[in-house]
Each structure stands twice: as structure tokens, then as C-alpha cells.
């Protein structure tokens, strides 16, 4: 059984998502390990009410970012994690724990990429954006991790419709739920071969 560990910030929709389809069996993983940079983070809450390990790491456990990669890296070591998912984790990753990680590290965005990414494009700023630019369409990405933002091989795609009287909240929420799904579905696929990862 692979061994996940998944990185959040906030209210960990995602990361939710993810232990429903290890708890169904959709997804053949286990999640070993929940990590926030956020100690008060809604998703911390939900992982340990699931039972599931967490740690807050963060610049106030960890002031010198060196020190907090490292502490990062040795903690993912120590849980001999397999994958590391980003569900909604704002956070750059330490140059040790991407290349200790590298090519195992995945990213869930809600746009299609590469339109709609990079710094300062997270959450609400995503769709806000997308109506803004009068898109039709928008959706969900699932990328691997390297060290820009939002700027790794794309693993899969999924489009979502824009109505014209989509609001950044109303896209939002049709865009979360293509993510519950693909995200879990795309984990799958690389678990059981059917996507092969790129060896970055
Ligand atoms: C999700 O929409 C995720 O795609 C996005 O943050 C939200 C987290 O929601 N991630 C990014 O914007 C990354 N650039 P969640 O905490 O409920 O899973």
C-alpha cells in the first residue's frame, strides 16, 4: 500500500476528498500523514477527528527556512511516505525536501494550466481572475511539484463550463467538486500504472 502524506493550509476540502476515497477503496493508498503550515487550519481538525497523524510546520515552529525544510524532509522520511500531495498548500517546498521528493510530488490548481497560475494565483484570486479575462471555461489541474509555482508536468485536466452568471464563489464551488474527484482519480491512476510519472 502506498503511503501518502498530504499538505494543506486551510479548510481541506481535498485533503477530505482524498481520505473518503482511501476509506472506500477508490483510492488504494493510505494516508499516513497530515502536515499544515497553518496550526489553527480547519484541515488539521478534520485529519485528527479521521484519526490520521498531523504536524504543524511553519516559519513559528521552524524561523530559519532551512531549518524548516529539514524538518520537513525528515519527518516525510521518517513516515517512509511514498507521495506527497498539495491540497491547497500555499507554501513554497525547501529546496531538500523537493529534490528528496522529486518526481513524487503532486499538486492539485483550479484552473487549466498554465493559464491562471503563479504566484498569487490561489483560491477565490483563481476565479476572480477567470471571470475577469471572460473565459468560458475553466477547470482543474493535477501537476507535479517543481520548484516555480503552478509550473510542473501536467498529469491531468478536467474542464468545467462557466455560466454567465457564475460569480467567483458560484465557479468555486463547481470547480471543488471536479476536484474531489480527479484528484483521487489521478492518484489512482499513477498507483496502479495506467499513468506513468515523468522522471522530471
Ligand atoms: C482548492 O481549490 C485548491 O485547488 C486550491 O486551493 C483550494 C483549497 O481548498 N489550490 C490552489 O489554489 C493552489 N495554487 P481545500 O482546502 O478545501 O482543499
Known sequence: MKKIA???SGRGSNMLALI???EQGTLAASIELVISNNADSLALLSAQKKNINTAHLSS???P???ALDIAMKDLLDSYKIDFILLAGFMKKIGPKTLSAYKG???NIHPSLLPKFGGQGMFGL???EAVIEAG??????TIHMVDGEYDKGAILAQRTVVIAKDDT??????KVLQVEHVLFAETIQKIIDGSIILPAN
Not at 135 to 140: A, I, N, P, S, Y
Request: one cysteine or more; hydrophobic letters at 35%; charged letters at 30%.
Open 135 to 140: 473565459e468560458k471555461e475553466t477547470g482543474v
Open 64 to 66: 530559519d527556512p532551512d
Open 20 to 22: 473518503d476515497a482511501c
Open 125 to 127: 484570486n483563481v476565479h
Open 60 to 62: 513559528r515552529t521552524h
Open 168 to 173: 467567483p464563489e458560484s465557479l468555486a464551488a
Open 6 to 8: 498530504v499538505l494543506v
Open 104 to 106: 513524487r510530488m503532486i
